[in-house]
């Protein structure tokens, strides 16, 4: 079955650093999502990207999918203690059941302030 | 709007007990998941149903068993519990399938 691995499994960082996550799918997509939970919270959707190659921003937040649709990045700018949490990647299989998501283990961020 | 709910928020149960968790949502979504949840294992698929009526397996059904008897309803079943059930379990509905999901605040569930 479809398979999405992500990496790292651990960040951490001072604050005012960069941080990156990376996802990468055994099949391709047709589209991929991110999530955030806080610690003791729930996964909250993020955001969508659909096309091959699209690059879509919210803030110090950079979200990328690849061009064969099978990898997708989280990239944070200057980072900010509020921007603690696991980080996790869903991707949407292209075949026939595509009522699923397949998540991704997790990135956690920490920042040192 | 409540949005998803899910109750209990915590349970403890001896091995061998049987116990239901309720997900209810007021978006009238189609699909409902529930999920179970692990350290270092990310969110792993139990359930799922894509419509009132209807369910189907996940990743890791064993187990467990749902029902969907009711659009905003979606029950989790555990009908004999085991330690390795120990898990915190999250229900999820969206308007259709690979769509955004909303989630509920989380199930703790410790089996003795």
């Known amino acids: 079955g479809q398979q999405v691995m992500q990496i790292p499994q651990y960040q951490h960082v001072q604050e005012g650093e960069d941080f990156t996550t990376y996802c990468n799918s055994s099949?391709?997509?047709?589209?991929i999502q991110w999530y955030k939970q806080r610690p003791g919270g729930h996964p909250v959707f993020l955001i969508q990207?659909?096309?091959?190659?699209e690059v879509k921003k919210q803030k110090r937040l950079t979200f990328q999918f690849g061009e064969a649709k099978k990898n997708s990045s989280l990239h944070i700018t200057a980072t900010q203690t509020t921007d603690v949490g696991t980080y996790f990647c869903?991707?949407?299989?292209?075949?026939?059941?595509?009522?699923?998501?397949?998540f991704g283990k997790g990135t956690l961020l920490t920042v040192n302030p | 709007n409540a949005g998803v709910t899910q109750t209990p928020k915590f349970r403890v149960l001896k091995t061998g007990q049987s116990m239901t968790l309720l997900c209810a949502q007021d978006?009238?979504?189609?699909?409902m998941y529930w999920y179970r949840q692990d350290p270092g294992m990310g969110l792993r698929l139990i359930h799922y149903?894509?419509?009132?009526?209807?369910?189907a397996k996940g990743e890791v059904p064993d187990g467990y068993n749902v029902s969907r008897l009711k659009k905003q309803n979606f029950l989790l079943g555990l009908e004999s519990a085991a330690p390795s059930q120990t898990s915190v379990y999250f229900c999820?509905?969206?308007?259709?399938?690979?769509?955004?999901?909303?989630f509920g605040p989380g199930t703790r569930l410790t089996v003795l």
């Open positions: 999820a509905s969206s308007w259709t399938g690979g769509n955004e999901q909303f």
């Open positions: 099949t391709t997509l047709s589209n």
């Open positions: 990207l659909v096309k091959s190659g």
């Open positions: 869903a991707g949407r299989g292209s075949g026939g059941s595509n009522y699923k998501l397949t």
């Open positions: 978006m009238n979504h189609e699909y």
């Open positions: 149903s894509v419509g009132e009526g209807t369910t």
